[in-house]
């Protein structure tokens, strides 16, 4: 753990910071996390369609501990594998991006008090740059980070994350949820789960075109240079400028 953070992360005296201050230090890894390794899908793209599968641990600690990255399957488990190796305390909770169960984030627990729970999100393409307290009763506060203007919404055990200014994705007639010019991109159960309870729905990601996530039939390449944004998709290539404003440059096929 402590030679990623160090030597791939470029984080220095990496237990002096745990041990001074256990939330800035998690804050100063997300960041380093969103600046150093990509969400991507090319890897996946790059296989065979018999050779595709749902990544072991080995192959996913090898991708991050390399800065290839990949899906937030990869990324997420290796996330919370690191986050336990340096002494937090984590769970997986169900979590979909306008699919079920698609997608892995990491729960905190007792951070700043006892039952405290605090959201660590690193790579599903979207910026959130620091672990968000969710503690909230109905909403959370609104987050401004890289483009992308955010806000949480409690509705009993289940987080709602609602994008404003900078999403601008085409909308879905009948799949989309739209109120006063935010729109819910995830659903975050916060019921504990095993790794095994996202066996189907990530095989789906994984094997099955269009099933469940747009990872096999679109190219998505995204990483966060100077927490500015640097992605492709498909054909498109967005550059994040100085005033936090998407600039879009159609590629030649």
């Known amino acids: 753990a402590v030679y990623f953070v160090t030597e791939v992360l470029g984080i220095s005296s990496p237990l002096c910071k745990l041990g001074e201050d256990r939330m800035l230090f998690l804050n100063e890894l997300i960041k380093a996390f969103y600046c150093t390794i990509p969400f991507q899908n090319i890897t996946l793209l790059c296989q065979s369609e018999a050779d595709r599968h749902v990544p072991a641990w080995e192959e996913s600690k090898a991708a991050v501990m390399s800065g290839r990255g990949g899906l937030c399957y990869t990324v997420g488990v290796f996330m919370m594998c690191l986050l336990e190796a340096l002494g937090y305390e984590t769970y997986l909770p169900a979590s979909g991006i306008f699919f079920p169960n698609n997608h892995i984030t990491t729960i905190v627990q007792n951070l700043t008090y006892p039952g405290s729970k605090h959201l660590v999100d690193t790579l599903s393409g979207y910026p959130t740059f620091e672990a968000i307290p969710l503690d909230f009763d109905k909403e959370s506060p609104i987050y401004n980070h890289s483009f992308l203007e955010y806000k949480f919404v409690r509705e009993g055990n289940t987080i709602l994350r609602f994008h ?13 949820y739209i109120v006063d010019g935010w729109r819910r991109v995830c659903e975050i159960d916060l019921v504990p789960r095993d790794l095994s309870y996202f066996d189907q729905p990530m095989s789906d990601v994984y094997t099955k075109p269009g ?3 747009p990872f096999l039939v679109s190219f998505r390449a995204v990483v966060y240079r100077e927490l500015r944004l640097v992605a492709i998709k498909d054909t498109t290539l967005m550059l994040e400028n100085e005033n936090h404003e998407v600039e879009v440059t159609k590629l030649s096929s």
């Open 164 to 176: 404003r200014k900078g999403e601008n994705r085409p909308t879905r007639p009948g799949r989309e």
């Open 211 to 213: 099933v469940n996530s």
